[in-house]
């Protein structure tokens, strides 16, 4: 069965740096997401991506994040300067329409020290 | 967005059947119902999805009255490894848009 994918699994960064998270999405699907949960927290979302744009996106995702779609099979999240508060599971989800159905990758955990 | 409620945690016995039941009084007539599962550390992961009646798939059963105002997933025989939270999302149709994550159902399997 095909899987969405992410790398790397665990990710340390020192405050400040940049990090940028990895996901391979379903192959034929064609829309994406990104979504994160702090420890103990809900999942929440962050941002989604269909035909190269982002169609949606939260107060979370600030100036800080950006996506993209580099090759036609990854999906990026970068955070540019990384704060403490950023330290969560990352997740990234895809869509094939007409189904619904987000699939979801296993995560990144990203510890910010 | 129609919002969800459901309990918070429930323990179970190893092989007994567990219903988690889910309120969502203000779902819309193109919205679906999905239900995830979640190991810690791990991502969400699929279970059902239905719109109105009775789904079944190999892993569990999702039951949706007429009015759509509730919906109840029905594991049958669980296992220790069936221990996670369980979450109930209203998803719209055709828009493609971002879930809402509730907290959940924590199930926790008793040997």
């Known amino acids: 069965e095909p899987e969405v994918t992410q790398t790397p699994s665990h990710q340390v960064t020192q405050m400040g740096q940049e990090v940028i998270l990895r996901c391979v999405p379903i192959s034929n699907h064609l829309y994406f997401y990104w979504y994160r949960q702090i420890l103990g927290q809900k999942v929440e979302f962050l941002v989604s991506?269909?035909?190269?744009?982002?169609?949606?996106k939260s107060e979370i995702f600030d100036d800080q994040f950006s996506v993209e779609r580099p090759d036609g099979s990854n999906f990026t999240l970068k955070i540019r300067s990384t704060k403490l508060e950023d330290s969560a599971m990352y997740f990234c989800?895809?869509?094939?329409?007409?189904?619904?159905?987000?699939?979801f990758g296993p995560g990144t955990r990203l510890l910010v020290l | 967005l129609a919002k969800t409620t459901q309990p918070i945690s429930m323990d179970s016995y190893e092989g007994q059947e567990v219903n988690i039941t889910c309120s969502h009084n203000n779902i819309a007539t193109n919205d679906y119902i999905t239900w995830y599962q979640q190991f810690p550390s791990q991502g969400p992961r699929f279970i059902i999805q239905?719109?109105?009646t009775k789904v079944t798939n190999e892993v569990a059963s999702l039951f949706i009255p007429a009015d759509r105002k509730s919906s109840t997933l029905s594991l049958p025989r669980v296992s220790l490894s069936d221990t996670a939270v369980y979450y109930c999302l209203v998803v719209f149709s055709g828009g493609y848009q971002k879930v809402t994550f509730g907290t959940g159902t924590k199930l926790q399997v008793i040997p």
């Open positions: 991506f269909y035909n190269n744009e982002i169609s949606e």
């Open positions: 239905g719109y109105k």
């Open positions: 989800a895809s869509v094939l329409p007409p189904q619904e159905t987000q699939y």
